[in-house]
């Protein structure tokens, strides 16, 4: 087969950022000196959810400085929903992960899956938090806030969902889910708010390029103001392909380091997971690999329309069924084709365009990492067009090695 060209386009994001996280945080923390309910000595939970934030070891650390700093016992708390097999063991074992241990943040680390019930919404959801969390003295909460990949509204992935999803543990996020994230998150944070002894928020915004662009505490009263406000920043921040219409879009990895849909819909299109307006338009997409930091949770993968038999022989189906069973989104892992290499996957993918010499493919890294990103000839003339993009007029064919995988 006669490969497309493609070239380099590098997309200008706004690359604001902190130079010195721990000091914005410390400097956060000192509004807590408002606070006058907090006395010495008393437990403190922090809690931490899965997701990779930059700089979360010393973003955490500093946090636990504070805390110390005001007399306070801090422990870490994992908040992490189903996520490390719906287990106490597992979610220790996440943190680890990210870094997150007693000794690289100075406090001790508990892990359970016990929760109690704090109340219902006039749906009937059950609303649930962590019982380690509850029988604390307060509660602190630190999050990113950004976009999610299954709800849309004004508050989405930040401190509500940490406070009543990741806190909710298994059971909570299960009952949330159930009921519709959407309707469901701001109200069980009221109740949460109301019921359970919540100190702080630590809202955390990144840019393009994942540095932290803003640290923002927020008190229970502003919780859900402070989560609006910075998921409209987010939204300006996030990255994304400046192109609508594509005959493939072939995504070397793909993975829950990436996205938590381990594809972010928010870059490929909700059409391909919950219907709708097909915008943008992507009509074959590929995934070529699943990365190593999902250890097998492959969630997502029902997004692709081909993918190669190296993705399926790392599919854990435990992980990823009970994601899948928790959000209840069935189509996320509904497999798609998988023939044997990157060569095959391809040479299927463009076998069904009519025209090779005007073919509209991009390759992408994943969904999370934007700012480079490669575009076949046809695509070059609505790519100049656009500020803040920079066009390799160097062209390169598409190249495999003798197992067929692409270079």
């Known amino acids: ?36 309910n907090v006395q010495p000595g008393q437990r403190v939970a922090v809690a931490v959810g899965s997701r990779g934030i930059n700089n979360l070891r010393t973003i955490v650390a500093t946090v636990v400085e504070c805390i110390r700093n005001m007399e306070l016992e ?40 016990e929760v109690i019930s704090v109340g219902r919404l006039n749906s009937g959801a059950e ?17 990113r806030v950004k976009p999610h990949t299954l709800l849309r509204g004004e508050v989405e992935s930040g401190l509500c969902k940490l406070l009543t999803v990741g806190c909710g543990k298994h059971k909570g996020a299960l009952n949330m889910h159930k009921f519709g994230l959407a309707p469901s998150i701001t109200p069980a944070a009221r109740i949460i708010l109301e019921k359970a002894p919540v100190l702080c928020g630590l809202g955390i915004v990144e840019n393009a390029l994942e540095q932290v662009h803003t640290v923002k505490l927020a008190f229970p009263e502003r919780f859900i103001d402070v989560d609006k406000e910075l998921l409209r920043s987010a939204r300006w921040l996030l990255p994304r392909i400046p192109l609508d219409d594509l005959d493939i879009l072939l995504v070397d990895e793909m993975g829950k380091n990436i996205s938590g849909a381990g594809i972010d819909p928010n870059v490929i299109g909700f059409w391909r997971r919950e219907g709708g307006p097909r915008k943008p338009d992507y009509r074959t997409l590929i995934v070529l690999d699943l990365t190593p930091q999902s250890k097998g949770n492959a969630v997502g993968i029902g997004m692709a329309d081909l993918t190669t038999r190296r993705v399926i022989d790392k599919v854990d189906l435990k992980p990823t069924y009970t994601n899948a069973i928790t959000a209840g989104v069935w189509r996320g892992v509904r497999f798609p084709i998988a023939l044997e290499n990157d060569k095959a ?17 991009a390759r992408i890294l994943n969904t999370l990492h934007l700012e480079d990103f490669w575009a076949t000839e046809a695509l070059l003339p609505e790519l100049r067009e656009q500020e803040g993009l920079i066009v390799d007029e160097t062209p390169l064919q598409l190249q495999f090695d003798d197992e067929g995988r692409l270079r």
């Open 1 to 36: 087969m006669n490969y497309p060209l493609m070239y380099r386009i590098r997309q200008r994001f706004d690359t604001t950022s902190i130079q010195d996280v721990p000091d914005a945080v410390r400097r956060e923390f000192s509004r807590l000196d408002e606070r006058k």
């Open 74 to 113: 801090p422990f870490i708390l994992p908040a992490m929903g189903s996520h490390g097999g719906a287990t106490g063991e597992g979610q220790a074992a996440l943190l680890n992960e990210l870094g997150i241990t007693e000794a690289s943040v100075n406090a001790p680390i508990i892990s359970t899956m």
């Open 127 to 143: 609303v649930f938090i962590s019982k380690d969390a509850f029988e604390a003295d307060h509660i602190v909460i630190i999050n």
């Open 345 to 361: 996957v391809i040479e299927a993918a463009l076998s069904h365009v009519l025209d090779l010499d005007h073919v509209r493919m």
